[in-house]
């Protein structure tokens, strides 16, 4: 399979805990996403990169929250000091240059209790 | 001002019906447009994308594109149960001139198409 793939799928972790979600891209693809997405919204776009380079991230986006991707390859997504606010579905997309399709990932759902 | 909005649902057709999904948007620099589609615990998978202003037609569904009006609509003729989802709406804005490349969503309409 050569789609965008996200790990883990489910993770459930206690208030204050960091958590960390890993998005590999579809090969050919030099821009990668992460969305996020509560039940019955639409994905909140959070942060992309270009090849390694972070070009934007989220006004919505607190400190707590930082995404890397050091060769351009894989993507990581690490919360720190989770709250239960940020219980939803981390989605990964990953598209070949401006204005193409963004394929996602299947999302990793995140509960924090 | 919501940069993409969505008509409210949820939308219900019967099975045979043409369903009508509509969307606006904001940003007048807006590029590219799609639609996704989504079915519960599940994520978005693309349907259409059209960049033109008109009508574009791939099988069952119909993407239709007026920038003038900011309006982008996905007609889906022939309805199924298999259908019923929620389809979301997105857009790739160049809103101050940093966004480039970055989709955004509107909230989705939930359409349930009934035998």
């Known amino acids: 399979d050569t789609g965008v793939s996200q790990d883990p799928r489910h993770k459930i972790t206690k208030r204050g805990q960091n958590v960390t979600f890993r998005c590999d891209p579809i090969?050919?693809?030099?821009?990668l996403y992460w969305y996020r997405q509560t039940l019955g919204q639409g994905p909140e776009f959070l942060t992309y990169?270009?090849?390694?380079?972070?070009?934007?991230k989220s006004r919505l986006l607190s400190d707590r929250f930082s995404a890397e991707r050091p060769k351009g390859s894989f993507s990581t997504l690490e919360i720190q000091r989770t709250e239960q606010g940020d219980s939803a579905m981390y989605l990964c997309?990953?598209?070949f240059g401006f204005g193409n399709t963004i394929y996602f990932g299947e999302g990793s759902w995140l509960t924090v209790v | 001002q919501k940069e993409v909005e969505q008509n409210s649902g949820p939308l219900s057709v019967p099975e045979g019906a043409i369903a009508s999904l509509n969307c606006t948007y904001s940003?007048?620099?807006?590029?590219?447009f799609f639609w996704y589609r989504q079915y519960s615990g599940k994520s978005p998978e693309l349907i259409m994308s059209?960049?033109?202003?008109g009508d574009k037609e791939d099988g069952r569904f119909t993407a239709q594109l007026n920038k003038a009006s900011q309006y982008v609509s996905l007609l889906i003729r022939d309805s199924q149960p298999s259908d019923s989802a929620t389809y979301l709406c997105?857009?790739?804005?160049?809103?101050?001139?940093?966004?480039?490349?970055?989709?955004?969503f509107g909230q989705g309409t939930i359409l349930t198409v009934h035998p």
């Open positions: 090969s050919e693809h030099n821009r």
């Open positions: 997309a990953s598209s």
């Open positions: 940003d007048r620099g807006s590029q590219s």
């Open positions: 059209i960049y033109s202003n």
């Open positions: 997105a857009v790739n804005s160049l809103a101050g001139g940093t966004s480039y490349g970055k989709l955004t």
């Open positions: 990169f270009q090849n390694e380079a972070q070009l934007e």
